[in-house]
């Protein structure tokens, strides 16, 4: 069984999907952790920059391809810095990295039931998933969210930061932000945790 979670930053996705994944003893794959993990290696590798890496396109296969993707492993190390996250971003516009972590993803898919979250998993990954969800919040709450967990006190500075993101994956060329279809949508503006995992287990369930 495959459920997907897409939808735009601090709504949830991530808390919600690892706490279904362990309720179903499914595996929980969340596709923003491999485009951290591959701007962990290019920025190891002196590859800074998205020109960079548009431009090396050969020298990144090379090092790519030498690689270790376990996602376990992936896991243990820290990928939540900003320079990591912001590069991130930036590759997730190159198409053959795209590819290369679509496939990983496939393989792992294959062997196992998941629960995976990102932009693009009920559009691009798995159109044709069993269920798929929608996340959406307000902009000032999703901002509140990150400024508690990031210990950040400047709400006007992450709501601008929340909204720039928002277009960027909305407007993007490849795999743009969008609802998939037959996707059901969660605003999690007002909800708690436990209240939107008991609205996915009644669609996941029924």
């Given at each position: 069984m495959i459920i997907t979670i897409d939808g735009y930053s601090a709504t949830g996705k991530s808390t919600l999907a690892k706490i279904l994944a362990k309720k179903l003893n499914y595996f929980h794959i969340n596709t923003g952790i491999f485009y951290r993990y591959i701007s962990y290696v290019l920025l190891n590798n002196n590859i800074n920059k998205i020109e960079n890496a548009q431009n090396q396109s050969k020298s990144i296969k090379d090092v790519l391809n030498k690689t270790n993707f376990d996602i376990n492993r992936i896991k243990t190390?820290?990928?939540?810095?900003?320079?990591?996250?912001?590069?991130?971003?930036?590759?997730?516009?190159?198409?053959?990295?795209?590819?290369?972590?679509?496939?990983?993803i496939f393989k792992i898919a294959k062997e196992s039931s998941i629960v995976i979250e990102g932009r693009d998993t009920g559009t691009v990954l798995f159109p044709n998933a069993d269920v798929k969800f929608f996340f959406i919040a307000d902009a000032k709450i999703r901002a509140e969210r990150l400024a508690k967990e990031r210990n950040i006190d400047?709400?006007?500075?992450?709501?601008?930061?929340?909204?720039?993101?928002?277009?960027?994956?909305?407007?993007?060329?490849?795999?743009?932000?969008?609802?998939?279809?037959?996707?059901?949508l969660i605003d999690t503006s007002h909800i708690t945790v436990n209240?939107?995992?008991?609205?996915?287990?009644?669609?996941?369930?029924k």
């Amino acid at each position: 069984m495959i459920i997907t979670i897409d939808g735009y930053s601090a709504t949830g996705k991530s808390t919600l999907a690892k706490i279904l994944a362990k309720k179903l003893n499914y595996f929980h794959i969340n596709t923003g952790i491999f485009y951290r993990y591959i701007s962990y290696v290019l920025l190891n590798n002196n590859i800074n920059k998205i020109e960079n890496a548009q431009n090396q396109s050969k020298s990144i296969k090379d090092v790519l391809n030498k690689t270790n993707f376990d996602i376990n492993r992936i896991k243990t190390i820290n990928l939540k810095t900003n320079e990591i996250e912001l590069f991130g971003s930036q590759i997730a516009k190159i198409d053959f990295i795209r590819k290369l972590i679509n496939e990983i993803i496939f393989k792992i898919a294959k062997e196992s039931s998941i629960v995976i979250e990102g932009r693009d998993t009920g559009t691009v990954l798995f159109p044709n998933a069993d269920v798929k969800f929608f996340f959406i919040a307000d902009a000032k709450i999703r901002a509140e969210r990150l400024a508690k967990e990031r210990n950040i006190d400047n709400i006007p500075l992450l709501i601008d930061k929340i909204k720039k993101r928002d277009f960027e994956d909305i407007n993007r060329e490849i795999a743009p932000l969008i609802k998939p279809n037959n996707a059901i949508l969660i605003d999690t503006s007002h909800i708690t945790v436990n209240e939107t995992l008991k609205e996915l287990e009644k669609y996941v369930y029924k």
